[in-house]
């Protein structure tokens, strides 16, 4: 292929694999885009493989991050695609090295798995650095109606991104064998890349718990006005949240263990504003329930804290959770003075978010069970993050609760992308996951991925879920450091490898 012709291909193929996500989520479509990259790639040289890798990446993050654009504006969303699209850039020089080095042989089922892992090991890198790491667009977020997403109790997120990229690699050799009148190994790899995408169907997944259960009110209270000003809307977003309570106790839904509301559902503290205080307190008497509710820390003199706290009807606070991974340009501004001269938006932040400590939980008391539990207590962005979701169930949390908020992010996909997140994390942790956002999209999802209840998106609602407890551990989380530093770890030493081997050949040594 032509030169043009590759970087088509490869733009293609990124464009391809953002339509397998939501809001679209073709799914079968991350194969045939992981193939175009695999043919465009095809007797690359290294810097080749940088640029197609980089053509592809862009191709994909532009449209897959698009709420970006709806949130801060047309710079900083350009930024963010086409600096994460250099992360497929690497892959790709890293693939060139070993095709060149010779080190498989050309043979397919020698490189397929090679593919697979240099993919795996890039999309783990994307989630470590700069900044803590991105790891939105992981390919394994785009498989939750496959039958492959169920590998995501063996390996996580990891192992799924894993299968999905050997599938992808094994149709990309079989086309280029046929290419090269191989007719049966072009019949056979993609063959094989079916196998491998069917084996989830044995893993052993149940929606049943141990015999508990916790009964849990949602609320999502909605703001008349979304975008990055809603966060003025404060009050009214407590109000909203306050009446939507009332309003499903009032249907007599069953009995309340907990009621939940989303991440900053009260921006104004309940512990030192009396408004917001009278509002969440009333809220919890009238279930007889605490409230898991989302809202500020100013304590701190150098930044605040984004946290969730357990508010009792009485008013106390029995537990707090604050946010480990804050995410950079939006909660708090590194190297804030170079970040404003591509936007002013950065400005908006005017209080950088501190990151928090500890795992991702809170202990809630639960009358009718006569013992407390622990709840998983993931915030927003932090969905996407392997260690803290199964870092919450390794500390024994029974139920994953993701308290986001999405009202900066208008009528774009953003948060189904993150609902399907929340879908593989119940797979990866065993436990019933919800999410609940301000304004939407909000969901309840059983141990096997399963959806079993969502709202809308800007839309008042609420969700009454009986959701069964477990404290029984995956794979996935009993081996998570594993899953989370395996793939890199071993991607780079094939990569180290093949560029060692091309070194020596040319110089001899």
């Not at 309003?247 to 104004?268: F, K, R, T």
């Not at 989380?477 to 093949?498: D, K, T, Y």
Request: hydrophobic share 50%; net charge negative; proline share 6%.
């Amino acid at each position: 292929m032509s030169f043009v012709l590759r970087l088509v291909v490869a733009a293609l193929g990124g464009l391809a694999l953002a339509a397998s996500f939501p809001d679209l989520g073709w799914w079968p479509l991350a194969y045939v885009a992981l193939a175009a990259l695999w043919l465009a790639l095809a007797r690359a040289s290294a810097w080749g493989g940088f640029l197609y890798g980089w053509a592809f990446g862009s191709a994909f993050m532009l449209p897959h991050v698009w709420w970006a654009h709806e949130a801060v504006g047309a710079v900083p969303w350009l930024a963010l695609a086409i600096a994460s699209g250099a992360f497929y850039g690497l892959f790709g020089a890293a693939w060139a090295h070993v095709r060149r080095s010779a080190m498989l042989r050309g043979i397919v089922w020698a490189e397929a798995p090679v593919f697979a892992v240099l993919w795996a090991g890039m999309e783990q890198l994307r989630a470590v650095v700069p900044f803590g790491g991105f790891p939105w667009g992981r390919i394994a977020f785009s498989q939750l109606d496959a039958a492959v997403a169920h590998l995501a109790w063996l390996g996580g997120a990891g192992l799924v991104s894993f299968a999905v990229a050997l599938a992808g690699a094994l149709l990309g050799g079989g086309l280029e064998s046929l290419m090269r009148r191989r007719v049966v190994t072009g019949l056979a790899a993609p063959m094989a890349g079916i196998a491998v995408l069917c084996t989830g169907i044995v893993i052993p997944l149940s929606p049943q718990g141990g015999g508990d259960e916790i009964r849990l009110a949602l609320i999502q209270g909605n703001v008349a006005e979304p975008g990055l000003d809603a966060f003025a809307n404060a009050r009214e977003v407590t109000r909203n949240h306050r009446d939507g309570t009332l309003e499903l106790v009032a249907s007599d839904p069953g009995p309340i263990d907990l009621v939940v509301w989303p991440e900053n559902a009260a921006d104004y503290d309940p512990r030192t504003d009396e408004q917001s205080a009278a509002m969440v307190t009333e809220s919890a008497q009238a279930a007889g329930a605490p409230v898991l509710l989302g809202t500020n820390d100013y304590s701190p003199e150098d930044g605040r804290y984004n946290t969730s706290l357990v508010w009792t009807p009485d008013g106390a606070v029995l537990d707090t959770y604050a946010k480990q991974r804050p995410a950079p340009f939006a909660e708090y501004i590194p190297i804030r003075d170079v970040a404003r001269r591509f936007s002013p938006e950065v400005d908006r932040v005017t209080t950088d978010v501190l990151s928090g400590e500890g795992p991702a939980t809170v202990v809630v008391p639960v009358t009718a069970l006569g013992r407390s539990v622990t709840v998983g207590t993931v915030i927003c962005f932090e969905v996407a993050y392997d260690p803290i979701v199964a870092g919450a169930v390794a500390a024994g949390a029974e139920v994953v609760i993701v308290q986001t908020n999405n009202a900066s992010f208008g009528d774009t996909a953003e948060s189904t992308q993150q609902l399907a997140m929340t879908r593989l994390r119940a797979i990866e942790t065993g436990r019933t996951a919800v999410q609940i956002s301000t304004v939407g999209v909000s969901g309840v999802v059983d141990p096997t991925g399963r959806l079993l209840q969502q709202t809308g998106l800007f839309t008042a609602d609420q969700m009454y879920a009986e959701v069964p407890l477990r404290s029984d551990i995956t794979p996935a989380v009993r081996l998570r450091m594993v899953w989370e530093w395996l793939p890199l770890i071993v991607a780079l030493g094939f990569a180290g490898s093949a560029v060692s081997r091309r070194l020596s050949a040319r110089y001899d040594w």
